[in-house]
């Protein structure tokens, strides 16, 4: 297998991406942990140097029934020939690095929070912040973020007929094509290397996915609402539109009395996919005649500040795995917690440290979260890093206060394939050239990569439960999909039915 710097094509990634030349030749003078004082008098620990050196080249084995947003098209053929096909690549970080005590610039470097740069147009330099505070800037900051990339989801165009495909790897062959088409049109339009395509169940199994959602909001609008009040939808994240568009449809199509009685709003951050959300709703009649009932709201949900006292639903597809996290690990000999900071040094080089003071947001989290504490695998002198979901639970809070009378209906991905190291650790990636650039470290260059959680659901029953005092109930996708679905809409002709069994590391919670 060929080193890392062998590969024309990471040349050219790493050549676009960072300034500095890669793999200088500081590396490896040592591995271990330094251990510094703090003006607080704490120890503090400071971990992992310098860490955008180069990377090793692995390869990737396909996992066909477990999704993450993107694929690589040259990745999508499945069944015969597919362990030819796929040469994706891998990259994992170097294990040799070099060392730097940067204990003096920790003290010197001012703190600044993901909301303090969000004016800022340039990355962050001399400065240290916490880890959630490191991943939100780097998704979301207006100005070099990921998401100001223009994120372009896929659409599949005309619904598949699953009905009239032999089978599931006939789906996937058509699917791999239209992805092709969908991206050639795009770089007919505009070449664009490093474009960031996702897909997700909504789009691809249109309106078979959204048809199953307005069954389920249907069937408990009328058990618990109906006559006395109206059906209030509120989505947060909501992509293209479709699912809106599609459970809209449904219940006009199904009962229109519940449909003159229905409210449809929309929280989207993206500017972009809120101006194309009503682009879609406007493009055609049949659409056009559900503007009155909708409303697209441009804000991230984190600002939110109206109260909405009504009986609604909130939805949340595939929204919760980019919210940011904090960093803990634990000290082995006092089992004390440490939280992650991260400080960027001159040239813009990232250095982990960890201090034994939980800031009150982690705090709280861990509180919720101690008695689910798991075993831990240790490692060196401070245990495994484990990611704790701190905006997640500042979510419930805005939910609990602003939604009294919510009932929830979110998905996300229980598990996700190549995650970096630690517990309830995120998938790190860019594509580039159609291809996927999976990393080990979160701390990469700020906006290039999606960073993704998994979502541990246990934890996040007991969080939600926690703060808005609800009992929910947490369903893989396939079983939400076999209540819901019309599972022949989706049917192929061999009896394999992709709605049903892609989105195996999916999974739904609700409240009851
Ligand atoms: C992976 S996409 C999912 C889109 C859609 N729900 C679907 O399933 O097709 C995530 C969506 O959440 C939006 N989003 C992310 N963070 C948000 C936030 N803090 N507030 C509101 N929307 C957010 C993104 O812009 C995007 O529309």
Known sequence: MGHVMDSPIVIQLFRQLFRHPVCQSRRSLATTTTTTGTAFGAPLQQHGRGRRVCERQRQRHSQCKQQRRTMASRDITRGEGLSKKNNETNWQQRTEMFSLDMSEEYKKYPTVTANDLRSRRERPRKVKMLMRDFIEDSLYNPHYGYFSKQVVIFSPGEPFNFNQLPDEPAFYAQLGQRYTEFEDALDAKEHDDTRQLWHTPTEMFRPYY??????????????????????????????????????????????????????????????????????????????????????????????????????????????FDNFAHDIVRYDLTTEEPLQGTVLIDELGDFYEFYEPVLD???????????????????????????????????????????????????????????????????????????????????????????????????????????????????????DFMRSWAYVEDTQTQSGENPLLSWYKNASMMITV
């Open 210 to 319: 959204g048809e199953s959602i307005a069954r389920y909001l249907m069937s408990n609008y009328v058990i618990s609402t109906y006559p006395y009040h109206d059906l209030i939808i509120y989505e947060m994240g909501a992509g293209r539109g479709t699912l809106m568009l599609n459970i809209l449809d449904y219940i006009r199509d199904k009962e229109p009395a519940m449909y003159d009685r229905t409210k449809y709003k929309i929280i989207e951050i993206s500017p972009s996919l809120a101006a194309l959300q009503t682009s879609q709703m406007m493009s055609d009649a049949a659409t056009r005649g559900h503007a009155s009932k909708v409303e697209i709201i441009n804000k991230s949900i984190f600002d939110w500040e109206s109260r909405v006292p009504s009986r609604c639903f909130f939805l949340a597809m595939e929204v």
């Open 360 to 478: 009150p947001v982690a705090a709280r989290s861990s509180r919720v979260l101690r008695s689910l504490k798991r075993n831990l695998p240790f490692s060196a002198n401070l245990s495994e890093p484990e990611y704790i979901p701190t905006r997640l639970m500042q979510f419930f809070d805005i939910l609990e206060k602003y939604f009294p009378a919510h009932r929830l209906l979110t998905s996300d991905f229980h598990t996700l394939p190549d995650a970096v190291k630690g517990l309830n650790s995120p998938v790190v990636q860019t594509r580039y050239q159609r291809r996927m650039v999976p990393v080990t470290t979160p701390l990469v260059h700020q906006g290039y990569f999606d960073i993704l959680f998994p979502t541990d659901f246990r934890i996040m029953e007991a969080v939600y439960g926690a703060i808005t005092g609800r009992l929910t109930r947490v369903v893989s996708h396939e």
